[in-house]
């Protein structure tokens, strides 16, 4: 661990009100027979992660259906007020009738940093019309998108490298995070970063070698090094850790430890585990 900065910046956590962890827990376990084995409350998690050189925590949580994005927005300013050095990616739905008003009035808070899509549990495409008066919102406010928008682990027909393309093509410089380093199409989602420049990827959930034989990926983890090394040092500028935590279905530890064990130059743990992360909060919160 001596190569990781003094300090981390974690960019892809989830914090969520008490009970709607529960049903996600029992959605994790019931649907896709992942057993989340950091089963922790907001408090919880921000303890854990301090505790373990975490300094700033870059949360999301996300609008399943309609009428909930206003609750879960009070909820976070609440606790966005609550905690230091904490920032959020806020909920939206298009299907919600006030959907901009909600929008609008949540970005007011200084540390919300934009909005989180989960296409694949929201089922709607990046390129949904309904999308860009949004998407010209945090344009225009200097904000950004966090998307779970890859079709790993689980994919269905709303998300995938095919959909996200179709809507850089017509918002090129949308400044935006794609999640889990676009699993499970990496090669392509890394392409992107050569042509997009306000576009990052996050590490959350794809350094993890017991996937391998959980999600039968034994040929990428056969040479990770050689698979990721040359893209990873290139592209070391427009990468930020996250861990996914809680909810993870191995330890958390085991990411960094794979990214460290990868022995990649000084300089990319330094941008990809802080220099990277500060610098998009420093950009995108405040007023």
């Known amino acids: 661990m001596t190569r990781l900065p003094n300090k981390i910046v974690d960019f892809h956590v989830h914090l969520f009100p008490d009970r709607m962890f529960d049903a996600v827990w029992r959605h994790f376990a019931e649907v896709y027979k992942w057993d989340v084995i950091y089963q922790l409350y907001y408090k919880e998690t921000v ?115 095919d959909n996200f393309k179709k809507l850089l093509d017509r918002y090129p410089d949308l400044p935006c995070n794609v999640a889990h380093m676009g699993g499970m199409e990496y090669t392509e989602f890394m392409a992107l970063l050569d042509h997009h420049e306000n576009l990052y990827l996050d590490t959350s959930f794809t350094f993890v070698p017991k996937m391998a034989t959980f999600f039968g990926l034994e040929e990428i983890f056969a040479d990770l090094k050689g698979f990721w090394g040359d893209s990873l040092e290139k592209h070391k500028r427009r990468i930020v850790y996250g861990s996914d935590f809680p909810n993870l279905i191995f330890p958390r530890e085991d990411e960094i430890e794979c990214l460290v064990g990868l022995d990649l130059s000084r300089e990319f743990y330094d941008m990809v585990f802080y220099e990277n992360g500060v610098g998009l909060i420093g950009e995108h919160a405040g007023d």
Request: proline fraction near 5%; aromatic fraction near 12%; hydrophobic fraction near 40%.
């Open 47 to 161: 303890s854990h992660l301090r505790e373990r050189n975490i300094g700033p925590i870059v949360y999301s949580n996300y609008a399943h259906r309609a009428g909930v994005a206003a609750g879960l927005n009070d909820w976070n300013k609440k606790i966005l007020d609550e905690v230091e050095d904490l920032y959020c990616f806020g909920a939206f739905s298009p299907l919600d009738d006030d959907a901009m008003k909600i929008a609008r009035d949540a970005i007011t808070h200084p540390k919300m940093l934009g909005f989180k899509l989960q296409l694949l549990v929201q089922e709607h495409y990046p390129a949904d019309e309904r999308f860009f008066p949004l998407y010209d919102l945090v344009m225009e406010r200097n904000k950004r998108i966090l998307f779970h928008v890859g079709n790993g682990p689980a994919g269905n027909r709303f998300v995938g490298y």
